[in-house]
Structure formats: structure tokens, C-alpha cells
């Protein structure tokens, strides 16, 4: 079956996927050795879902050549902060894994931890629109275990054959070297409009999951569905998912933009910030365990990393917490020398045949192979395992230690001096799944449906959190160039919401809808909304971790301000002063208060919510500062809770809200009224200004 579009035609694959083939004046597509390639959407497999070989020399040809595009960053994930830590595990699992970490109750195991953005070069800021990455090393008694995951727990593509156009399409513009660290562009657009089995996660990739207010209020997913493997030789399937415990927060579109040129280290610094105060971030680790008998009648196949399992059919199972509370002592021996590979698991631990791990399991050593200088990057202390390493590698680049003695081999008769031995008993298993089928390039027709769970996702917000979503399509697409392009993206939205779609179109100007985008299979309209795919539905119940910004001058009453910190502190939040000068101020019965930040240095897209708290004698300095009203404006527009005295109203008037004041603004007078403020910024903003501060 074939299809028109702009360019060459497309025909459809078993699993929905489109080839865009060689027909007419077209060149055919060549390896680097001249070869023609059949297909280059998929990797060679044992069987419609089985693993990826080893042999298939086009994957390896083209992820091995885009591993090693960049010199030194890294080509994606290149912009990232690490912190060290530690996990405890909650319990004995030895029924369901044989892995050492989680036999032993209360047992602490070191960890290091890297969060990153994905499509920015190591310069560019910290608040872009993009996927974060959440990698964790594990440094286990029986080797590093990596786990390698995003923000989101879906992927944009479904084969690893496909990750080096995904990456290509995303980043700057080869032509032109712009846009970096930003997905609006027409390259980005044009490839997943091409590519519909990019849809679940364009739906999660426009919503607030993409701008998070901090590292230390985002989820974590191991993305693909992994084995858990027992001493018995059984196994089940398990997806990994870190939830935080301060819980979910993101900033609005605006604001993002705004803290990208006020603070582009916004996040660094506030992980950073956070650990040397001892405010240590925690997240649990939880576990979707589910059999082969669930994966068979599951309605979508769990070896499809563009698919999820909605946590009311799998509820998540807390295992254990883990603690970051050290930073790192040298950002480049650390942070930038870290090497993850998704291939580091431990016995009890297993991979699955979702074609995108395994394509990953070969590029990542190769990537950090190239990045590293050579194959003993495990050598670089960050990397090393924290047990025993015996081996008979030896030289290489680098190579910091060889092994010892005459042999560098075995089997062989050297006896006790002879060196490690292989180990049946304790070494690493791979589960014997049954592997059978013809050799062949092909997409299994379970990975073809595109929409259903970007429709599910979509119902599954607040309204909100879906207003967010069509002014993020609306503003990535009003970047693209190409008019088609726009048009295209629109007509697979009709496919998951025709409201949405009808929003979006408006948005760009577009006067009459497409038809539908074609798709491989029907959207399904039977899926249930599912809760946890919201933001605002799994907000926090308190205010800790959280960052209160005081505009104040000369002449504050010492006793209310004083209160508004009690009431902060106790709320386990952080009270900011901002003032006029860094010098500080002189409150009203003379003591000195010192500023953290200077007005115009220290915007209110800093901070949580806001308290407008100037002196009696000096209220009206405040009205005649443009900062000062840029820092009451933006919070009013950013929907932030707005706490104020009554010297407050001078600067109110000055920008004009004084008579726009709602539920979200709120007066303090007094240490009782402090106390109340807190505890209405538990909801972290008030959405219901948002209609009034955001329309045309």
C-alpha cells in the first residue's frame, strides 16, 4: 500500500511505519560502502518481535557513524548536571530477581545520578522545551547496573534504526547551524509528521512534562520494559519509574522563556542549591511487574517503546528510595566523564526485545568508547565499579591498570596464579526466552497503532494542562516554515482529538481542516482516562522544597516579616529577599536584613509565589521601578500565589491590577495571615486567573 505526499511516495509497513522508496528519479539510499539499503526503517531481527542480531551491518554502520558525529561533547544529552547519593532498598525481592541490590532490607547502595536535556549543546540553557534525561549508576555489589531513562516514559521512535534521524531532525539545521536546544523548526516537524508512530510521545513532548520547575519535581521511567530474573530461572517483565517525593511541578511556556535568560543555570543551581542546604532530593523507585500472560492480552505490545502501561491496570510498587545528598567535586571528572550504557545490567536483571534497547545497547559503549578516548573509560574513577573488577582485558588507550602476572588468557594451566575463572553459579544468565523466526527486517504489525494511547494521554489532563498543550502546538508549529508541514502535524491531531485539532488549526490560521492523517489502525476510544499521566492531578500536599520570593525595602515591620519567614521555614520551603539594593535593608525596629538578590536580578520566575512587603515610608519606590512591576506582572501572569501587605498597593496600581486582585492574591498583615498564604501555596499556582491573563 502506498501513499502521496510531498516528495516520493510512501508505502506502509507491516507495523504502520512509513518507507519512502526509491520509485522514479529518486537516488537510492547506500551504506557508506555503496551498498543499497532495502529499508531503513528497520533493524534485522529473528522474528517479528525478537531481538536484533548482532550481523545486521546497516544499524550498526549508521548508529556507529552518528555515535561518533561529535567531538568531545556529547551528541545528545550534552547539557547536564550529576549529583552522587545513595539508594536503599525497601525489601527482599528474591522472588521475583536474583539481583544482589534488592535482597537485603535497608541495605544502601551508592549511586550517581545524571539529569540533562537532550538537544542542546553543553552552553545552552536549562529550561528549553525537551525531554530530560534521569540516568542513575548504580554501584552494585556485583557491578554497575545503569539505568538509563527520560522524563517521559515513551519514546518518539519504535526501531533504533530510526535514532539517528530522530537526533539529525531535532537539532540545528545543518545548513544554517540554528535552532540548538528548541524542537520548532521545520526539519523536527517534518520528520515526526512522516513518522506516526512519533504521535503518543509529540502529545507528552507539548505538554508541561517538557518544562519542569525543577530536576527534584519530575518522574524518572526506564522507558522500555526490562526482566526481572530469580535464582529459579524465572522471569517476569519490569518498568521502572521514579516518582518524587516533593512531587510533580512545571513552569508555564512564558515563564520558561523568561528563566532562560534570567537564570540559564536555573536547575543546576537548584539541585545545587538544594544538596549543600541538606535539603536532599529523594525519589522512590517503583516497579510495574507484569508476566507473559498480561503481555499477551495487554491491548498494546509491551515491546513497543512508544507505549506505556497505565498505572491503574499495573499499579507501581515502591522498592526503595533513593537520596541525592553530595555534589560533585570537579563537574568534568564527574559530570562530563560519566559514561552510561544501557547494556550495564547485573545478574537477575535483563534486557528485552524492544528493538530500541537493543539498537541502544550497541550505541551507547560505542558512543562512549569514541567520546572517552578508548575502550577503558572504566577505568576513569566515576565509571569504575566501587567491587572487585577481575578480568584479562588489558592496554588500550588510557589504560590505567593491566592484570597481573604471566597470564593474560584462559582457559590455561597457571593454577592458583592463573587468574579469574568463570562462575556458573553466581555469574550473569540471560533468561532463555524461546527464539524463533526468519531473518528479516520488518516491523511487528503489534507496534501499529499509533494514536490510541496519545488520545488517552491527552484526555487524561486537567483542562489546564490541555490549554497548555494546544498553545505549545501552537507555538512550535507557527516556527515551521512550510505551510504543508503545519497542516500535516494538524491532520494527525484530528486522529487523537478533533478538539484539540479544531484549537491548534485556529491557532495557526489554518481555515479548513485536512482529512484525518491515514492510520494503520483505528484509534481506539475505549481507553479510560488515567490520572497519573497528569501533572496537576499529582501535585504536592505541601510547600517543601519549594522557593517564596519577599519584595521589600527599607522600613519593613520587622515582626510581619519575621513571621512570614516562621511560617516559610516551617513549611520546609525557602523564604528569598529581594530589595532594591544587594546591600539589603533596615527593617522597622532597625535591624538589618540582608538581600539574597537585587530586583532586577532576582525576577519573580524565580520563585514559587511571591510576597509584595515594602516599608510604609518607602511603598511608593517600589511603583516607580520597572523591575519591580516586571516582578508583579509576571507573577500575576504566571498564575503564582501573590501575598501582600497593605504597602503594597501603590505597586498594584502602578501596573494596573488593582482591581484584577483574586482568590490567588492574598493580603498578610499579620503572622496569622503568613501562615494562611502558605498553606493556599500548597496548590502551587492558581489556575484560575489563567483565563484572564491569557487571551487575545
Known amino acids: 500500500m502506498s501513499t502521496k505526499n510531498q516528495g516520493c511516495p510512501f508505502a506502509v509497513g507491516t507495523g504502520g511505519e512509513l518507507h519512502q522508496q526509491a520509485k522514479g528519479p529518486e537516488d537510492t539510499l547506500t551504506t557508506q560502502q555503496g551498498a543499497p539499503v532495502a529499508d531503513d526503517q528497520n533493524s534485522l531481527k529473528a522474528g517479528a518481535r525478537g531481538p536484533t542480531l548482532l550481523e545486521d551491518q546497516v544499524m550498526r554502520e549508521k548508529i556507529f557513524h552518528f555515535d ?21 532498598n525497601y525489601e527482599c525481592l528474591s522472588e521475583l530477581t536474583g539481583a544482589d541490590i534488592f535482597q537485603r532490607a535497608g541495605e544502601q547502595t551508592p549511586v ?6 537532550v538537544l542542546g549543546n553543553k552552553g545552552s540553557a536549562d529550561v528549553p522545551r525537551d525531554v530530560r534525561g534521569f540516568a542513575v549508576k548504580f554501584y552494585t555489589q556485583q557491578g554497575n547496573w545503569d539505568l538509563v531513562g527520560n522524563n517521559i516514559p515513551v519514546f518518539f521512535i519504535q526501531d533504533a534504526m530510526k535514532f539517528p534521524d530522530l537526533v539529525h531532525a ?16 521545520d526539519n523536527f516537524w517534518d520528520f515526526v509528521t512522516l513518522m506516526p ?166 550505541s551507547y559503549l560505542d558512543t562512549q568508547t569514541k567520546r572517552l578516548g578508548g575502550p577503558n573509560f572504566t577505568h576513569i ?10 578480568h584479562f582485558q588489558q592496554d588500550g588507550h588510557m589504560a590505567m591498570h593491566n592484570p597481573v602476572g604471566r597470564a593474560n588468557y584462559e582457559p590455561n594451566s597457571w593454577g592458583d596464579e592463573g587468574g579469574p ?68 502535524m494538524v491532520a494527525h491531531l484530528l486522529n487523537m482529538d478533533k478538539d484539540l485539532a479544531q484549537t491548534v488549526a485556529t491557532g495557526l490560521g489554518i481555515e479548513k481542516l485536512p482529512p484525518a492523517a491515514k492510520a494503520a489502525m483505528p484509534t481506539r476510544e475505549d481507553l479510560p482516562a488515567s490520572d497519573k499521566l497528569s501533572i496537576l492531578k499529582n501535585g504536592p500536599d505541601s510547600f517543601k522544597g519549594r522557593r517564596v520570593g519577599v ?79 516586571d516582578f508583579v506582572n509576571d507573577a500575576f501572569a504566571h498564575c503564582k500565589f501573590i501575598g501582600y501587605s497593605k504597602e503594597a498597593m501603590p505597586l498594584f496600581e502602578s501596573t494596573g491590577l488593582e482591581d484584577m486582585l483574586d482568590g490567588g492574591c492574598i493580603p498578610i498583615n499579620s503572622a496569622k495571615e503568613a501562615t494562611g498564604f502558605l498553606k493556599g501555596c500548597k496548590q502551587l499556582r492558581f489556575w484560575e486567573r489563567q483565563s484572564a491573563v491569557d487571551k487575545l
Open 68 to 88: 561518533h558525529e561529535r567531538i568531545p561533547e556529547r551528541v545528545v544529552h550534552a547539557r547536564g548536571v550529576g549529583a552522587h547519593g545513595y539508594f536503599e
Open 421 to 488: 575463572r568463570e562462575n556458573p553459579e553466581t555469574g550473569f544468565h540471560s533468561y532463555p526466552e524461546q527464539i524463533q523466526g526468519e531473518k528479516q527486517r520488518v516491523r511487528s504489525e503489534t507496534f501499529s497503532d499509533h494514536y490510541s494511547q496519545g488520545r488517552q494521554f491527552y484526555i487524561s489532563q486537567t483542562k489546564t494542562e490541555q490549554e497548555h498543550m494546544a498553545d505549545a502546538f501552537v507555538f512550535e508549529l507557527s516556527k515551521v516554515e512550510r505551510e504543508d508541514i503545519r497542516v500535516r
Open 170 to 185: 531535532a537539532k540545528q539545521e545543518p545548513d544554517r547551524g540554528f535552532p540548538q536546544a528548541q524542537s520548532a523548526h
Open 197 to 362: 508512530e512519533s504521535m503518543h510521545m509529540m502529545m507528552w513532548a507539548m505538554s508541561d512534562r517538557t518544562i519542569p520547575r525543577s530536576l527534584r519535581f519530575m518522574e524518572g521511567f526506564g522507558v522500555h520494559s526490562f526482566r526481572f530474573v530469580n535464582k529459579a530461572g524465572e522471569s517476569k517483565f519490569v518498568k521502572f519509574h521514579w516518582k518524587p517525593k516533593l512531587g510533580l511541578q512545571s513552569v508555564v511556556w512564558n515563564e520558561a522563556l523568561k528563566l532562560n535568560g534570567a537564570d540559564p543555570d536555573f536547575h543546576r543551581r537548584d539541585l545545587w542549591g538544594a544538596i549543600q542546604s541538606g535539603d536532599f532530593p529523594e525519589w522512590e523507585l517503583g516497579v510495574q511487574i507484569f508476566d507473559e500472560a498480561f503481555a499477551e492480552q495487554f491491548e498494546f505490545d509491551v515491546l513497543d517503546p512508544t507505549k506505556l502501561i497505565p498505572e491503574e491496570q499495573v499499579p507501581v510498587k515502591p522498592i526503595g528510595k533513593m537520596v541525592l545528598n553530595r555534589t560533585v567535586q570537579n563537574f568534568f571528572a564527574e559530570t562530563e566523564q560519566v559514561a552510561f550504557c544501557t547494556q550495564n545490567i547485573v545478574p537477575g536483571i535483563d534486557h528485552s526485545n524492544d528493538p530500541l534497547l537493543q539498537g541502544r545497547n550497541f
Open 551 to 629: 519584595l521589600t525595602t527599607d522600613g519593613v515591620d520587622a515582626k510581619l516579616f519575621a513571621g512570614l519567614k516562621k511560617a516559610v521555614e516551617a513549611e520546609g520551603a525557602s523564604l528569598v529577599v529581594v530589595a532594591p539594593t544587594i546591600g539589603g535593608i533596615k527593617a522597622s525596629d532597625g535591624t538589618h536584613i540582608p538581600a539574597d538578590e537585587k530586583v532586577d536580578g532576582g525576577p519573580s520566575v524565580l520563585f514559587d509565589a511571591v510576597v509584595l512587603m515594602p516599608g510604609a515610608e518607602k511603598k511608593d519606590i517600589l511603583a516607580k521601578h520597572s523591575p519591580a512591576r
Open 112 to 117: 550517581f545520578v545524571r539529569f540533562s536535556t
Open 381 to 390: 574513577p566515576i565509571n569504575a565499579p566501587k567491587c572487585p573488577m577481575r
